[in-house]
């Protein structure tokens, strides 16, 4: 791996470690969870035959694999911190048969890219954990041609994630909530969109646009299904929980999946920026 940002270290070492080894196991499943964004995400992106294309926080490669025949015969390099889902990616590349994909280990703030080397920048939902964000998009700028576009898929606040209200406020079992900041490395830490604007044009981007989007979010086909899958994700917060406490924390949860179960699985709101700039 290539120079890791101190403020990024921890994530690297989560996502380097037992964080990432779960989202490797439940690659698929998220990517199904977060299918209804997928389509007017790769719209926005709108890659053409030759255009490079630079897929930050790439994890299992779903996004890159997407993008390659597009870009083709461009390269498609997706970037991670995580070694097991760059693994997927590689392996999921190979099976589609595409040749114009490449995946690096690295942190995205810091990597030393090409200057001006790539065509768009992408990322489906992996630019809100930064330390630092002014450098991050600093540097993804600086690896944009002139012209070039930066094409992000953020989560929108609080307010718009019925999945995430539901679980924590559920599994915190009548402890305090710890919900996710609005800042800092956050899954919500780009859902203001005047902050999105500052941010993206204090690095030197231009006509940034933010357009939203709503989609249920599916965690499993029934709530059998769907139980584990929501109890893995959120582990920590049963874990100090007495085991009497925990049962009865899993058993309202298993409740409130039962209730947002319809024909189409286990759905919960939810809401994302499909986010645009360009470097002038």
């Not at 439940?26 to 299918?35: E, G, Y």
């Not at 030759?50 to 390269?75: F, K, M, N, W, Y």
């Not at 994700?233 to 309202?252: H, K, N, T, V, Y």
């Amino acid at each position: 791996m290539s120079e890791v940002a101190a403020g990024n270290a921890a994530m690297r070492d989560a996502w380097d470690g037992d964080t990432g080894a779960f989202w490797a196991e439940h690659a698929d499943r998220f990517d199904a969870a977060v299918a209804g964004h997928r389509g007017p995400f790769l719209e926005a992106a709108a890659v053409v035959g030759g255009e490079s294309v630079l897929d930050v926080g790439c994890g299992a490669g779903q996004t890159t694999v997407d993008l390659a025949p597009r870009a083709a015969p461009a390269i498609v390099t997706g970037i991670d911190l995580s070694t097991r889902l760059l693994a997927i990616a590689a392996r999921r590349a190979a099976a589609a048969g595409l040749t114009n994909t490449v995946f690096e280990t690295g942190d995205a703030q810091v990597h030393p890219f090409p200057p001006g080397g790539t065509d768009v920048v992408v990322s489906r939902h992996g630019t809100m954990f930064f330390a630092d964000k002014p450098a991050a998009f600093a540097n993804l700028a600086r690896a944009l041609r002139s012209g070039g576009r930066m094409v992000l898929l953020t989560w929108q606040g609080l307010e718009h994630q019925e999945w995430i209200r539901s679980f924590l406020t559920i599994l915190a079992a009548g402890r305090d909530v710890a919900f996710p900041p609005p800042h800092g490395p956050s899954p919500l830490s780009l859902g203001d969109p005047d902050g999105v604007r500052a941010l993206l044009e204090g690095a030197g981007l231009v006509d940034v646009e933010l357009t939203g989007h709503r989609a249920p979010m599916t965690f499993g086909d029934d709530p059998d299904d769907a139980v584990g899958y929501v109890t893995g994700q959120q582990a920590g917060l049963l874990a100090d929980l007495s085991p009497a406490a925990r049962e009865d924390a899993i058993a309202a949860l298993r409740a409130d999946l039962a209730a947002h179960h319809d024909e189409l699985g286990v759905r919960y709101d939810s809401a994302t920026w499909i986010v645009r700039a360009r470097r002038p």
